[in-house]
């Protein structure tokens, strides 16, 4: 897969968390140029210093009007986009869902669905136009297959992502592009390579790490997955496969 990303651009959202900066490095040691994207503008430019040249950092809340368009212009100003990594995401607070308001569920949607969707539409229509292939890589949660407790309006964002993901499959697969998702269980938002110690009841016996969900979606996004779309991985440790506790 390493030299798939030769001369190509990707944009990757959520750049500073631990998956997003996990994926920034592997796409960029695969050769790709990365557009990396976040809203905390340190940590951002930290990633950026670290890698140096072909990693372009963009500071842009997804909230904001205007920030698609600034993201995938600096990508194009790059020679690309090539792959789409929709990876930014809020997670609620856990409390009782009698507790939520609109405010919270209009945050969520905007930052974890919508702009997924305009970025996704964006870079669609231009691969379109171009004629050209691409692909586009969703991070959704295992938490869209199997509820939290106390998170429903995380959960019913991401219940969407699986949604759009299919959709966007069936619609621009005749053009040629393709769209797949992963799902990770919990992954620490501290390191880019410690495991959680808390994966002992996971049936493989340990936490999972950004760079074991970076992994699947630099492979999603490579020629190896190029008969693959429509598609959601989960990269969990094997959670979704087992009976667990009602309080899980």
Not at 52 to 76: F, Q, S, T
Request: aromatic letters at 4%; one cysteine or more.
């Amino acid at each position: 897969m390493s030299s798939d990303f030769l001369n190509h651009v990707v944009i990757v959202t959520g750049a500073s968390g631990s998956i997003g900066a996990a994926t920034v490095r592997q796409f960029h040691q695969a050769g790709a140029t990365v557009i990396a994207t976040d809203v905390t503008p340190g940590p951002l430019q930290s990633l950026s210093d670290s890698l140096g040249e072909r990693c372009v950092p963009v500071c842009a809340d997804l909230r904001d009007a205007g920030a698609v368009a600034a993201i995938v212009g600096e990508a194009r100003r790059a020679g690309g986009p090539h792959v789409l990594v929709n990876n930014a995401g809020l997670t609620a607070t856990f409390r009782p869902t009698l507790g939520s308001s609109m405010q919270e569920w209009d945050d969520i949607f905007q930052v974890n669905l919508r702009s997924a969707f305009e970025l996704s539409l964006c870079a669609a229509r231009h691969w379109a136009e171009q004629r050209v292939q691409g692909v586009i890589v969703n991070v959704t949660s295992a938490g869209a297959q199997r509820a939290h407790h106390d998170n429903a309006i995380y959960d019913i964002a991401k219940g969407g992502t699986d949604a759009m993901t299919r959709a966007l499959a069936v619609d621009l697969g005749p053009h040629g592009i393709r769209v797949n998702a992963v799902a990770p269980a919990a992954v620490p938002q501290v390191s880019h390579d410690n495991a959680t110690s808390s994966g002992l009841d996971l049936p493989l016996r340990r936490g999972g790490t950004a760079d074991d969900v970076a992994q699947a979606i630099v492979f999603l996004a490579s020629s190896s997955a190029q008969f693959i779309t429509g598609q959601i991985l989960a990269v969990d440790g094997g959670l979704l496969a087992q009976l667990r506790s009602p309080r899980s």
